[in-house]
């Protein structure tokens, strides 16, 4: 395994993939600390032809190698919080009829849809305040 590691980084950048299972699985390039329930699975790459031809370099010095590194791993962070059951979605709905949605959502719901939800909603309320109010002065509702 480890000449066709060796052979393998010529020509490509690899990060192990390791996983941990127990109550829930997690996935990450750096490995866990325990032995008896994760282990490396495989790899993530990309190959050396690929980053100099997405970066228009002639040769991949080591800054750019980092920096395909870290577009691997951050690339790998949503199907590890995909794996740990960390997907959110919300559907606001009023009368019976959907008003909105955000659905598909991987990670932190705070910085995901919960945003779009409270703007969605804060409209709405606003509106029927000004429903409510030009029906108590006998005026027309707002367009919208």
Known sequence: ???????????AILLPLSLY???????????????????QVGFIYVTLK?????????????????????ILRGGFVSYDAYLGGRVFG????RGGGEVDA??????????GCLPKARA????LLLREAHLLAAAE???SPPPG
Do not use: W
């Open 21 to 39: 299972d127990h109550s829930g699985l997690a996935m990450n390039t750096i490995g866990f600390h325990c032995p008896r329930d994760s282990g």
């Open 1 to 11: 395994m480890d000449r066709l590691q060796e052979r393998a980084e010529c020509n």
């Open 137 to 139: 002065q006998g005026a």
């Open 90 to 93: 919300d559907v606001i709905e």
């Open 102 to 111: 955000c659905l598909g959502g991987i990670g932190d719901y705070e910085a």
């Open 50 to 70: 690929t980053v100099r031809e997405e970066f228009g370099a002639k040769r991949v010095t080591k800054a750019l190698r980092e920096k395909a590194e870290d």
């Open 120 to 123: 969605v909603v804060d409209k």
